[in-house]
């Protein structure tokens, strides 16, 4: 029988790399093997300590299936999938203890089997916190109770309140409750560790790098110099059979592509066949076993894919086949996203491009699109098929800066000596250092709107450490001048400022984006104090706020806020007139006032708004059409709040929700 089941396996994956014959309009014909009807359910088997079964069938050129759960004869849950393996995963989290019948159809070949199976559920959180949330009637000052940090190398997590992740189905997860706003630290988690706390208490979902993470218990041995993984009876346990510790939705890992970021990588790529790109891909699934892996994928919540080539932005159709295999193969790997660093719809390295901003709703002229996220696959297993087809495969687009980006306008920069070099200036066309807000604006949000037009997610990878390449060959990695006294020599020696990194935060989420990727690999002896800025930003994202419809935060409201982006309406004259900014005029005009809003059709309200260099206004009003009903609300000089409790004066924020 096993020999069976692996003969299925085998026939099973080679023909779910085939066009779809539904695609080309040919009668469907009985799901057959060597000419041979056959298509059939094998066994049910729930995968543990979870709400997945995987469907285990057996079915030559069956590679598009429909798979339906039923009782009494009722369908309860349904789904259709292109299976990759012999194994389907289905999510049955909504379903309650009992028998049930499991149901597999053939979609392009006829053939439809069923088997009877028991099904017990284990109890998810509807949200993430270790303690009960205070509800506030309105924002308080979470920085009040965070000094700046005087020690280097921490921060302080432990002096913000703890907030829940808030946690709904995401259909792309079969269903599985997952953050419609989901954090990532792509850094370590030293701080939280040191004292004691859970990141997931301060927003963070899923922690990247993990490098104490211990062999046999929460993942897989490296074979070559650990000892392997033995059983109560000695028996040593394979990879293919060893469950990590880790719950699931804690798993993640970064990783570089075969042969590193290299010309050898790059020509690794451009000779190897696709096939064989792809069986690559498939190899990335990191170290915590496949004992409880659903439809044949390993059990992983997100794995960054850092490839910093060219070849990741299509250059030519030969790339762009060669890069679609890669991720189809990273996609068909794991169960949650992989999230393709440098490997963008639009290929701008970074930098502001006027054209990212579409000519009407969904137009765009005057930019080129990465075709590797626009175009079908041409050859072989890719053909006809496209990254939409797996939305788990996600673009994580790079925001970064350069130390002087941080500075206030207006700073002049010293020498040494204390002789003056330059002021400081962040705006319009005499700017001598980049606006790092209007950039982190103008990219996150015309890369999630573009994203979303095409039915995908959009991961932001805006950064707060100092680490972009500097633009003259005799500075050092991280700054653009190397001439003043806060330069540090040996590169990467700075973060944006805390409230800078706040601002950040804030703005991404209400870009639209879906995932955050927060990416460091800062050297010791840096002040982490920006980091509480991240923390504060995750707190007021976290905290609920009483209204008379309810208490709920902006986690809780994510996955039907609408983000209005560049159309959110703003008045400096009473009312008088009405502006709408794009994040490029933020760095045109000193006076504009970056503010965002976003609502649902309910009518729930959350308005941001700040002024990242001390120049913007202080007071304006702002407006938003919902149910053809004009709502409309006033800011304050009054209404600021700073981030800093030393410099109680500032006026760093404006946030409101109703």
């Known amino acids: 029988m096993k020999q069976l089941i692996f003969l299925i396996a085998l026939a099973t994956l080679a023909c779910a790399n085939r066009e779809s014959k539904l695609e080309q309009n040919e009668p469907i014909k009985p799901c057959a093997c060597d000419g041979k009807p056959f298509f059939k359910v094998l066994k049910i088997q729930q995968v543990p300590n979870s709400n997945f079964i995987n469907i285990f069938f057996g079915a030559c050129e069956a590679y598009q299936v429909k798979w339906e759960v039923l009782k009494d004869g009722k369908v309860l849950v349904t789904g259709i999938v292109k299976p990759t393996t012999s194994a389907i995963g289905a999510y049955l989290g909504s379903l309650s203890e009992g028998n049930y019948i499991a149901r597999l159809s053939g979609v392009n070949c006829s053939g439809k089997s069923e088997i009877p199976f028991q099904f017990r559920p284990i109890e998810e959180k509807k949200s993430l916190s270790q303690q009960s949330q205070i509800a506030y009637d309105s924002f308080p000052n979470f920085f009040d109770n965070v000094p700046v940090e005087t020690q280097t190398d921490t921060y302080s997590p432990e002096k913000f309140p703890a907030t829940p992740i808030a946690l709904s189905p995401d259909s792309l997860m079969g269903g599985m409750p997952t953050p419609a706003f989901a954090v990532i630290f792509d850094k370590p988690i030293d701080v939280f560790q040191k004292k004691g706390i859970d990141h997931r208490t301060r927003g963070i979902y899923v922690s990247l790098v993990h490098p104490e993470y211990r062999p046999c218990?929460?993942?897989?041995p490296n074979i070559q110099y650990e000892a392997p993984c033995k059983d109560g009876t000695g028996?040593?346990?394979?990879?293919?059979d060893f469950i990590s510790t880790i719950e699931p939705t804690r798993r993640g890992f970064f990783a570089y592509p075969p042969k590193g970021n290299s010309a050898e990588g790059e020509q690794y790529f451009l000779t190897q066949p696709e096939q064989k790109l792809y069986e690559a891909g498939l190899d990335y699934h990191g170290s915590f076993g496949r004992g409880d892996a659903v439809g044949g994928k390993a059990q992983v919540m997100f794995q960054t894919m850092d490839t910093e080539m060219n070849i990741s932005n299509g250059p030519d159709n030969k790339s762009k086949n060669k890069y679609m295999a890669f991720l189809k193969g990273?996609?068909?790997?794991?169960?949650?996203?992989?999230?393709?660093?440098?490997?963008n719809t639009f290929p701008g390295v970074g930098n502001f491009q006027a054209g990212r901003y579409p000519k009407n709703k969904n137009e765009y002229s005057s930019i080129a699109q990465n075709p590797i996220w626009t175009e079908a696959g041409d050859n072989g297993?890719?053909?006809?098929?496209?990254l939409t087809n797996n939305r788990r495969i996600v673009e994580a687009e790079e925001v970064s800066c350069l130390a002087e980006d941080g500075y206030e306008q207006g700073m002049t920069l010293k020498t040494k000596e204390g002789r003056a070099l330059r002021n400081i200036n962040h705006f319009g066309s005499n700017a001598n250092v980049e606006h790092a807000l209007a950039k982190i604006i103008h990219i996150t949000e015309t890369g999630a709107y573009r994203a979303h037009l095409d039915g995908r997610k959009y991961c932001s990878q805006a950064k707060i450490i100092a680490d972009r390449n500097p633009p003259y060959n005799n500075t050092s990695g991280g700054f653009w001048y190397n001439d003043h006294v806060q330069y540090d020599p040996q590169g990467f020696g700075a973060?944006?400022?805390?409230?800078?990194?706040?601002m950040e935060g804030m703005m991404v989420f209400f870009s639209g984006t879906d995932i955050w990727n927060i990416w460091d690999r800062a050297k010791p002896g840096l002040n982490q104090d920006p980091y509480n800025g991240i923390l504060g930003a995750l707190t007021y994202l976290g905290t609920k706020i009483k209204t008379s419809t309810g208490s709920y935060s902006m986690l809780d409201l994510r996955p039907n806020l609408q983000f209005m982006l560049w159309e959110s309406e703003i008045s400096y004259d009473g009312g008088r007139t009405w502006q709408q900014h794009k994040g490029t005029d933020f760095k045109a005009n000193p006076q504009a006032l970056p503010l965002r809003i976003a609502y649902t059709k309910e009518g729930k309200i959350a308005i941001f708004a700040c002024r990242p260099y001390n120049t913007e206004a202080q007071s304006c009003q702002w407006r938003v059409?919902?149910?053809?009903?004009?709502?409309?609300?006033?800011?304050?000089?009054?209404?600021w709040k700073s981030c800093y409790p030393a410099q109680t004066g500032r006026k760093d924020f404006y946030l409101k929700v109703e």
């Open 495 to 502: 973060y944006l400022p805390r409230h800078l990194a706040f």
């Open 330 to 343: 990273m996609g068909d790997a794991i169960t949650g996203y992989v999230l393709a660093m440098y490997s």
């Open 217 to 220: 218990n929460e993942r897989y």
């Open 381 to 386: 297993l890719i053909k006809g098929w496209r």
């Open 235 to 240: 028996k040593e346990i394979s990879y293919e």
């Open 625 to 639: 059409k919902i149910n053809n009903r004009w709502i409309t609300g006033q800011i304050t000089e009054k209404d």
